[in-house]
């Protein structure tokens, strides 16, 4: 599944000017996070990726899952990654980790006298330390490469009039149901896995990532099956299965917050 989702995210980014790649390492003293790690001291390292259209991934890699390997190797065996890009994540990862803060001074140096903005930054940081690698797209003349053609996905999956029609859909039945009429849930996050399938309108699948199951959480997940208004992505002028993320919050004020990151 999340296979997919890559695939189609790598399909978009690609871009058929004439570039070239050049690379920069650094690594330089931890300032910007370190309070970071003495608020979560059971994390050992945070590794986080950053492009250019300003999608920022991050993973949270704790102390206790490192294993030997046959290799005579250790490598995590388990971690946690968030998209903070997306509110979903966002909201998720603040809730329990903090904020995590860029080293923008240090990334900002890195970048000076360069072609270009970095297309892609990867930094690896703990308590002490940060290491990353930044990466720029520079123009180079056209005859120097090869030209290369990419079938991308022209569209993107999605809900049919948009996600502010589902968001009313949903709080429509919440508010005239007879399910909450007594006990109203208090204020709620969750986020859902979906797989939008190809042959309809309908979704294939939908599993709960992160907050807790309720019979409200059953309640969304009803209320995204029986919302069979959905479009598929687009690739070559045909649809393709596919995977993205929905956040869901209930808020304060008994309305709802529906977002998906596009």
């Given at each position: 599944?999340?296979?997919?989702?890559?695939?189609?995210?790598?399909?978009?980014?690609?871009?058929?000017?004439?570039?070239?790649?050049?690379?920069?390492?650094?690594?330089?003293?931890?300032?910007?996070?370190?309070?970071f790690f003495t608020r979560n001291?059971?994390?050992?390292?945070?590794?986080?990726?950053?492009?250019?259209?300003?999608?920022?991934?991050?993973?949270?890699?704790?102390?206790?899952?490192?294993?030997?390997?046959?290799?005579?190797?250790?490598?995590?065996?388990?971690?946690?990654?968030?998209?903070?890009?997306?509110?979903?994540?966002?909201?998720?990862?603040?809730?329990?980790?903090?904020?995590?803060?860029?080293?923008?001074?240090?990334?900002?140096?890195?970048?000076?006298?360069?072609?270009?903005?970095?297309?892609?930054?990867?930094?690896?940081?703990?308590?002490?330390?940060?290491?990353?690698?930044?990466?720029?797209?520079?123009?180079?003349?056209?005859?120097?490469?090869?030209?290369?053609?990419?079938?991308?996905?022209?569209?993107?999956?999605?809900?049919?009039?948009?996600?502010?029609?589902?968001?009313?859909?949903?709080?429509?039945?919440?508010?005239?149901?007879?399910?909450?009429?007594?006990?109203?849930?208090?204020?709620?996050?969750?986020?859902?896995?979906?797989?939008?399938?190809?042959?309809?309108?309908?979704?294939?699948?939908?599993?709960?990532?992160?907050?807790?199951?309720?019979?409200?959480?059953?309640?969304?997940?009803?209320?995204?099956?029986?919302?069979?208004s959905w479009t598929p992505s687009?690739?070559?002028?045909?649809?393709?299965?596919?995977?993205?993320?929905?956040?869901?919050?209930?808020?304060?004020?008994?309305?709802?917050?529906?977002?998906?990151?596009?």
């Open positions: 599944m999340k296979r997919i989702y890559f695939l189609l995210l790598f399909a978009v980014s690609l871009n058929s000017s004439a570039q070239n790649t050049q690379i920069v390492d650094t690594s330089f003293v931890n300032t910007s996070s370190k309070d001291p059971v994390i050992e390292k945070v590794q986080f990726n950053i492009y250019a259209d300003s999608v920022n991934y991050i993973s949270v890699y704790p102390k206790t899952i490192w294993q030997d390997t046959t290799y005579k190797n250790s490598y995590f065996n388990n971690y946690e990654s968030y998209d903070l890009s997306f509110i979903g994540d966002s909201y998720f990862f603040e809730k329990k980790y903090g904020r995590f803060p860029s080293p923008n001074k240090e990334l900002a140096a890195a970048s000076l006298n360069r072609c270009s903005k970095p297309s892609f930054i990867k930094c690896a940081a703990d308590a002490d330390s940060i290491k990353c690698r930044l990466e720029f797209n520079c123009p180079v003349k056209k005859e120097e490469i090869d030209e290369m053609v990419f079938t991308k996905v022209e569209i993107l999956s999605g809900y049919k009039n948009g996600i502010k029609e589902l968001q009313k859909k949903i709080e429509t039945s919440y508010r005239n149901g007879s399910l909450f009429k007594k006990n109203r849930p208090v204020e709620t996050a969750l986020l859902f896995d979906i797989i939008i399938d190809n042959k309809d309108s309908c979704l294939k699948r939908i599993e709960l990532k992160r907050g807790n199951y309720s019979p409200f959480a059953q309640f969304i997940m009803d209320e995204l099956k029986t919302s069979c687009e690739q070559g002028g045909r649809p393709v299965k596919s995977y993205t993320k929905i956040f869901i919050r209930l808020n304060k004020d008994n309305s709802i917050t529906v977002a998906m990151p596009w």
